[in-house]
C-alpha cells in the first residue's frame, strides 16, 4: 500500500539546467609547461527534470497520483480538454506527466529544517520543487485524537457541560463561544492584567470568521497536515525497515499498513535527496554527511524516525515550462515560437507560416502557462495597410475582448486592440524622448494615437497639443487623459497630420511649441512637407522660435541613416538640415526603426513653396 504524499511548499525561484556538454582540453601554461593539457569532463546528462528523462506513467499511476492533487482543478481540467475536443484543440495533458524515482530520508518533522541545513548540497535541488515533502498520514487529525479519549482522568458529566456553556466558561467540549461571551471573557483576562484601556480591545477579541470552505455544505474537511498542490505528487513507494503493526484499520486510509508503515512514530517529514543518489543504494553508499546523520540517531530515541525511502516525484503537465511543452508538441526542427508581445491581459503572437497549422495547440500552451496574466492569446493574420494603423488579429485562445488596460510610466492606457494601435515594445524608447523634455515645453503630438508620449509628457511640461486621424483613438485618449488627471494640461484634436500642422502653427499656439513629435514610422517623413512655409504669415523679425522635431521612419536600405536622412531632405526641400540620427530597433530583417532629431530650419518655416492640404 502507498502512502500518498504531496509537496507542501513550491520553491519559485528560478534554477539553470545545465546543457550537454562535450570534454573540453583547457591549457593552463602558466600552471603547467605548455604542452601539458588538463582533461575538463563534463556530465552528457543535463541535470534536472525532463520531458525526455522522466517515464511514463501507467493508468493506474494516473490515478493514484491524481488523488494528491487538487480536485476541483483537476476536475476543471477535465472539462477544459472537453470543451478544447469540441474545438478541434487537442492537447492531451496527461501525456506530459512524468515519473522520476528519487531517494528519500524520512526524519521528524521538529528536526526536519534542521537537518536541511545540514544535508544542503545532498538534497534535491529542481526548479520549483521544494526538498521537504509532508506525509499527511503522520497527523492525527482532530477527530481520531477525541477517540483516543481526554487526557484528564476526570470525566465531566453533560450538566456540567451545559452549566459552563451557559455561564460562558466553556471552551473545551468542541463548540466556540458566542461572540458576546468571548468577547467578554477576554475582556476580564485583560482587566485582571492591568489592561483597562486596550484600545483595540473590541477588535482583537472578535472571533474569526469562518473560511469558506468551512461554511461551504458538504465540503470534506481538510485532513490537518495535507496540502494541495497542482503541479507535482510525492508518493512513498518503499520503506527499507520497519516493524509488523499496522495502524490503517484502527486509523483510516493513509496511517500505515503492515508492509510499508509499520508502527506510527509521530508526525515525520521527507528530506528529498539529489537525484544522483540512485534509488538501489543502502545507507552506506550514501555520502558522509547522512550515514552520520543515521548514527547519530541510532544513539537516540529517534532511531525509529530515521528511515531511507524510495519514493515517486509525478509531474504534471502544469509544472513543465511554455517552451519544453511546445518543443514536445511541435515537429522536430521547428522553431519553437517562445516570445510575445503582451499588452495587458493580451498576449500578441507574430506567428511564422509553419506554425500556423499548430496555432491553437500553441496558443493553448500560451494561455496555460501565463495564466492569470494573460487571459486571451491573439495573432496578426495580415500587415498593416490601412491608415489607422489597425492590426487584423485572430483570437486564438482565451476570451474574446480585445479592451484592455496598459500601464507605463506610471499612467493606465485603455486600449482596443481592435480599433487603435498599441506596441509594448516601443516603451524604452518613448521614456527615453520624455527625457528631452522639460517644464518649459510645450509639445505638439501629430500621431498620439491613445495618447502614449502626450500624457506622458504632460505630467512634465506646460501644455500637450495632441491629435490623431483614428477617432477611436481620440475617444481612448480623452477617456485616458481623464482616469491620469491630466485633462487640463492636454488638449486633443482629431485631424489629419499635415492639416493639423498647417492648422497648428498658423495659430497663436504654434508660436509656443517647442517640442513636435511624429510617431508614425510609415509616413511622418513625407508629412514633413507641411512645415514648408508655416511662417509666412509672420514676420521674419518677431523673435520667433523654431521647435525641435522628433520624426519616426522605416528604412531596408543598407546605410539606413543616410537613406532616412536624404527623405527628410526632399520633405523639406533643404539641403542644409543638421540631424541627429539614432536606431530604435530592429522590426524585420534588414528593416530599421529610426528617429530624427533636427530643429526646423527657418528657410523652411519661410519657404514659399508650401503645399495645399485642402
Not at 477527530?143 to 455561564?167: A, N, P, Q
Not at 497549422?357 to 496558443?363: D, F, M
Not at 492569470?372 to 487584423?392: E, L, W
Not at 540620427?581 to 530650419?601: D, E, Q, Y
Amino acid at each position: 500500500m502507498m502512502s500518498k504524499l504531496s509537496l507542501f511548499r513550491a520553491n519559485s525561484l528560478p534554477f539553470p539546467v545545465l546543457s550537454s556538454y562535450s570534454a573540453r582540453f583547457i591549457s593552463k601554461p602558466y600552471l603547467a609547461p605548455p604542452k601539458t593539457l588538463i582533461l575538463c569532463a563534463f556530465s552528457t546528462v543535463p541535470y534536472g527534470p525532463s520531458l525526455l528523462k522522466g517515464k511514463k506513467p501507467s493508468l493506474n499511476d494516473l490515478r493514484l497520483a491524481s488523488i494528491g492533487r487538487d480536485r476541483d482543478a483537476h476536475r476543471r481540467k477535465i472539462e477544459d480538454f472537453e470543451d478544447s475536443i469540441e474545438k478541434g484543440e487537442l492537447l492531451d495533458e496527461d501525456e506530459f506527466t512524468r515519473i522520476f524515482e528519487v531517494s528519500a530520508v524520512r526524519v521528524p518533522a521538529k528536526d526536519c529544517f534542521a537537518l536541511e541545513n545540514r544535508l544542503r548540497g545532498h538534497l534535491l535541488n529542481w526548479p520549483r520543487i521544494r526538498n521537504i515533502a509532508r506525509v499527511p498520514g503522520d497527523e492525527i487529525d482532530e477527530d481520531v485524537v477525541k477517540l483516543l479519549g481526554r487526557e484528564s482522568d476526570e470525566e465531566e458529566s453533560v450538566v456540567d457541560s451545559v452549566d459552563r456553556r451557559i455561564r460562558g466558561k466553556a471552551e473545551g467540549d468542541g463548540e466556540r463561544l458566542s461572540t458576546v461571551l468571548h468577547r467578554d471573557q477576554l475582556a476580564r483576562t485583560f482587566n485582571s492584567t492591568g489592561y483597562l484601556k486596550f484600545r483595540n480591545l473590541a477588535k482583537i477579541s472578535r472571533p474569526k470568521r469562518k473560511r469558506k470552505t468551512e461554511r461551504a455544505e458538504g465540503k470534506e474537511k481538510v485532513n490537518k497536515g495535507s496540502s494541495r498542490n497542482e503541479f507535482a505528487v510525492v508518493e512513498v513507494v518503499e520503506d527499507r525497515g520497519g516493524g509488523a503493526e499496522d495502524f490503517e484499520g484502527l486509523l483510516g486510509e493513509g496511517y500505515g499498513s503492515s508492509s510499508s508503515r509499520g508502527r506510527w512514530r509521530g508526525s515525520t517529514r521527507l528530506l528529498l535527496l539529489d537525484e544522483r543518489y540512485s534509488v538501489d543504494e543502502e545507507v552506506q553508499d550514501l555520502p558522509e554527511a547522512i550515514k552520520v546523520l543515521f548514527e547519530e540517531a541510532k544513539k537516540t530515541d529517534a532511531s525509529l524516525s530515521f528511515e531511507l525511502v524510495k519514493c515517486r516525484l509525478t509531474l504534471f503537465y502544469d509544472y513543465w515550462p511554455m517552451n519544453e511543452v511546445l518543443e514536445a508538441l511541435l515537429p522536430k526542427g521547428m522553431i519553437v515560437p517562445s516570445a510575445f508581445e503582451m499588452v495587458g491581459h493580451i498576449a500578441h503572437l507574430n506567428l511564422r507560416d509553419e506554425h500556423l497549422p499548430y496555432k491553437r495547440l500553441i496558443a493553448k500552451v500560451v494561455l496555460d502557462k501565463n495564466q492569470p496574466k494573460i487571459q486571451t492569446v491573439v495573432n496578426k493574420i495580415d500587415p498593416i495597410h490601412n491608415d489607422f494603423r489597425t492590426m487584423q488579429l485572430e483570437v486564438l485562445a482565451g476570451n474574446h475582448s480585445l479592451v484592455t488596460m496598459v500601464v507605463e510610466n506610471g499612467l493606465r492606457f485603455h486600449v482596443d486592440l481592435a480599433r487603435v494601435y498599441w506596441n509594448s515594445k516601443l516603451g524604452t524608447e518613448r521614456q527615453r524622448l520624455l527625457l528631452g523634455f522639460d517644464q518649459n515645453d510645450v509639445v505638439c503630438d501629430v500621431f498620439a494615437g491613445v495618447g502614449p508620449i502626450a500624457l506622458a509628457a504632460a505630467r512634465i511640461v506646460k501644455r500637450v497639443y495632441a491629435n490623431d486621424l483614428n477617432p477611436h483613438a481620440v475617444e481612448f485618449m480623452e477617456q485616458n487623459s481623464v482616469v491620469n488627471k491630466l485633462e487640463k494640461r492636454i488638449e486633443v484634436f482629431n485631424m489629419d497630420g499635415r492639416r493639423f500642422i498647417k492648422a497648428m502653427f498658423s495659430s497663436d499656439k504654434g508660436q509656443k511649441v517647442t517640442q513636435v513629435v511624429m510617431n508614425l514610422p510609415k509616413d511622418a517623413a513625407e508629412s514633413l512637407d507641411a512645415f514648408r512655409g508655416v511662417y509666412n504669415d509672420r514676420y521674419r523679425d518677431e523673435g520667433l522660435s523654431f521647435p525641435t522635431i522628433h520624426v519616426y521612419g522605416f528604412s531596408k536600405a543598407a546605410d539606413p541613416e543616410f537613406d532616412f536622412h536624404e527623405r527628410i531632405r526632399i520633405a523639406l526641400s533643404e539641403v542644409a538640415v543638421d540631424v541627429k540620427m539614432r536606431k530604435v530597433r530592429l522590426v524585420a530583417p534588414g528593416k530599421w526603426m529610426l528617429c530624427a532629431s533636427f530643429i526646423l530650419p527657418k528657410s523652411v518655416a519661410f519657404s514659399r513653396k508650401t503645399i495645399n492640404v485642402d
